[in-house]
């Protein structure tokens, strides 16, 4: 079964559960076996399976232990949303999501992120990616891998999995153009900021769930979806050509 874990900063209400006496888990994983909240900075694996620990506590704060029934809880901070679970019984691959920022062409949207951890965790950073296709100058619309300091020469041992996240919250707030991994997309932020907006705010429509986005440009979607292509290679082709019909459709065939 899979495991799930929470990660952030706690508010009042998160801080007043943290100091509460753990819950003692009684025989047979009955609902009197919960979760024990910790006050930590970083990303906890806190669960219990006949009140057993398994597994150290390692450098990064993360308590590695089992737990026997499934119990997710999504850790909220005052206005960011934050979850990671557990994919790999290593504790070697995670699966993170992030909330889209508010005021952003990504709000509404749930961005999911692949977290690869290395043995030499944590001296060294995780290596993360988005699952969630996005538009976006700092990350590749192809292959979801991110353009970010902490995950590169930035990194420090005292950093955690929740600074990552709040990081990757804070980049889709602040795009760093100057410094692209997607060169296409930081062209069309830098040179037209408005179709920049329209354009991430419909990829994170399609690929992460956030409101409708323009009517125009789903309509172009539908055109050339109709003549036969691929709708994912039609998004990227419009959305990399200006959303100009005739030289998408050039690509397209070219391809």
Same mark, same amino acid.
């Given at each position: 079964k899979r495991k799930e874990i929470s990660s952030g900063a706690g508010s009042h209400h998160?801080?007043?559960? =943290?100091?509460?006496?753990?819950?003692r888990p009684t025989e047979g994983g009955s609902e009197g076996e919960r979760e024990r909240e910790r006050e930590e900075p970083g990303v906890q694996f806190s669960t219990h399976s006949h009140g057993e620990h398994r597994g150290p506590k390692d450098q990064a704060g993360v308590q590695r232990s089992s737990q026997k029934r499934r119990g997710a809880v999504t850790f909220l901070t005052s206005k960011n949303q934050i979850k990671v679970d557990l994919v790999d019984?290593?504790?070697?691959?995670?699966?993170?999501?992030?909330a889209g920022p508010p005021d952003t062409p990504y709000e509404g949207g749930r961005f999911q992120l692949e977290i690869k951890i290395p043995e030499t965790y944590p001296f060294n950073p995780p290596k993360v990616r988005f699952i969630s296709k996005i538009w976006h100058p700092n990350i590749s619309s192809v292959t979801g891998a991110i353009c970010l300091d902490i995950l590169k020469d930035q990194w420090a041992a005292a950093m955690t999995l929740?600074?990552?996240l709040l990081s990757l919250q804070a980049l889709l707030a602040a =795009?760093?153009?100057?410094?692209?991994?997607? =060169?296409?997309? =930081?062209? #069309?932020?830098? #040179?037209?900021?408005?179709?920049?907006?329209?354009?991430?705010?419909?990829w994170s429509h399609v690929y992460a769930g956030a409101p409708v986005s323009s009517a125009d440009y789903n309509r172009k979607i539908d055109k050339l979806c109709a003549m036969g292509f691929d709708k994912n290679a039609v998004i990227a082709a419009l959305s990399s050509k200006s959303w100009d019909v005739e030289t998408a459709t050039e690509l397209l065939l070219s391809n």
């Open positions: 998160d801080t007043h559960n =943290a100091r509460r006496p753990a819950d019984e290593n504790f070697t691959e995670l699966r993170g999501e992030i929740r600074t990552v =795009a760093e153009p100057d410094d692209p991994q997607d =060169a296409v997309v =930081a062209n #069309q932020y830098k #040179q037209n900021p408005e179709m920049f907006k329209q354009t991430a705010r419909l």
